[in-house]
């Protein structure tokens, strides 16, 4: 069964560094997303990506959160200057055109130190 | 703005026992869509169900069951003779109308079967 899969499964980088994490959505799925867990805590939208560019993203969401679809598989997120508040699981997810369930990746724990 | 309120944050029962699991939304917008996500100790988020607002049909799948009621706003989530392997953290999420992508998320029930 096709699955959305994410790498690294666990990234630990120093304040103020940038930070790549990759995703390969499903193959046929059109919309992709990145969500965010902080430890013990709920998980909150990032942004939602389709037809190569942003269609929605949450407030936090700011200027040093980017996305790329670089190719037909990847999907990326690119914090650029990390801070120590962005320690979190970060799950992708992506779905398929004509249903609205969101398919999501064994996530990345991102930690800053 | 839309909301999911899952009161219970924790919940233990003995293997076997029945338990239910609380979902209740607020949303503004007449089309939605409601979902239950597992997230197991190893830490993924798996897909159980879709509900569309305009289908309030219950269903069942396996010892899983789904209770929509758009009277009152909840969504429940039961699962009849609970197994070991069902414990792990379940949310209950929303998502509204079409031009809105993001699913909005309970804070959690964390369920444990004592075995």
């Known amino acids: 069964e096709p699955e959305v899969t994410q790498t690294p499964s666990h990234q630990v980088t120093q304040m103020g560094q940038e930070v790549i994490l990759r995703c390969v959505p499903i193959s046929n799925h059109l919309y992709f997303y990145w969500y965010r867990q902080i430890l013990g805590q709920k998980v909150e939208f990032l942004v939602s990506f389709y037809n190569n560019e942003i269609s929605e993203k949450s407030e936090i969401f700011d200027d040093q959160f980017s996305v790329e679809r670089p190719d037909g598989s990847n999907f990326t997120l690119k914090i650029r200057s990390t801070k120590l508040e962005d320690s979190a699981m970060y799950f992708c997810?992506?779905?398929?055109?004509?249903?609205?369930?969101?398919?999501f990746g064994p996530g990345t724990r991102l930690t800053v130190t | 703005a839309q909301k999911v309120t899952q009161a219970q944050t924790e919940i233990s029962v003995v293997e076997k026992e029945d338990v239910t699991l609380d979902c209740v939304y607020e949303t503004r917008d007449t089309t939605y869509y409601l979902f239950w996500y597992k997230q197991p100790p190893s830490g993924e988020l798996v897909f159980l169900i879709r509900?569309?607002?305009?289908?309030?049909q219950n269903e069942i799948s396996g010892r899983y069951s789904w209770n929509f009621q758009k009277s009152t706003s909840s969504f429940n989530f039961t699962i009849t003779a609970s197994q070991v392997v069902d414990s792990a953290v379940y949310f209950c999420?929303?998502?509204?109308?079409?031009?809105?992508?993001?699913?909005?998320f309970g804070t959690g029930t964390r369920l444990t079967i004592i075995p």
């Open positions: 997810a992506s779905r398929w055109d004509a249903t609205y369930e969101q398919y």
């Open positions: 999420a929303l998502k509204a109308n079409f031009g809105n992508e993001k699913l909005t």
């Open positions: 509900r569309n607002s305009f289908d309030e």
